[in-house]
């Protein structure tokens, strides 16, 4: 099995200027997305993003397989997923590609996690994604409390905090040794 992958940036380090290498930015508040999306999952049926959300919020990682920037945060985003594996929170890949290719990249994480392919961007573009990776958390009634695009510990650990507050759950640490240093995401539609 491959994986779409390129080497992770040093640790701590700040990637050489470019245009999508530079200081990332805050994310402003998204729009609530539509409850009518539908969201296809590797496993099993497709439902909009109401019957997904009916009993538990979504923490979302939404992830481009075809990027360097995707596979540089991919294992800070398993570990982040994986401290809230038990609460009471469906947390979740979108991958913008199909099946095939969301199972390369994410290797044996795409039987750990519920992973949802979205090769049109629809899901991407209804929650108002500009850059990815992203990190969103979408409660239960379809609100989007928090979201962080491109990578920043401080963006990303605030979205942490906010589904653990809202899960009663405790915080992972972020950053924690081996996280790549901060980063611009790439556009999310293209």
Not at 17 to 46: H, K, M, Q
Not at 83 to 97: D, E, H, K, P, Y
Request: with cysteine; charged share 15%.
């Amino acid at each position: 099995m491959f994986r779409f992958t390129s080497p992770m940036p040093p640790r701590g380090s700040r990637h050489p200027p470019s245009p999508t290498s530079v200081e990332p930015v805050a994310s402003a508040s998204l729009p609530n997305p539509s409850l009518d999306i539908t969201l296809s999952p590797l496993v099993g049926e497709a439902k909009t993003l109401r019957q997904w959300l009916t009993t538990f919020h979504l923490g979302t990682v939404v992830l481009d397989p075809y990027t360097n920037e995707s596979s540089w945060i991919l294992e800070t985003a398993v570990r982040i997923m994986r401290q809230f594996s038990g609460a009471a929170i469906r947390v979740n890949f979108l991958i913008t590609c199909e099946a095939e290719d969301a199972r390369a990249f994410l290797g044996p994480y795409a039987d750990e996690f519920i992973v949802f392919c979205d090769p049109t961007r629809a899901a991407v573009k209804a929650l108002g994604l500009t850059e990815l990776p992203a990190f969103v958390l979408i409660q239960s009634d379809g609100s989007v409390p928090a979201a962080a695009q491109g990578w920043t510990a401080g963006d990303w650990k605030e979205v942490a905090a906010k589904i653990a507050t809202l899960t009663a759950w405790s915080k992972p640490s972020i950053p924690a040794s081996g996280d790549p240093g901060s980063f611009r995401g790439t556009p999310a539609l293209v």
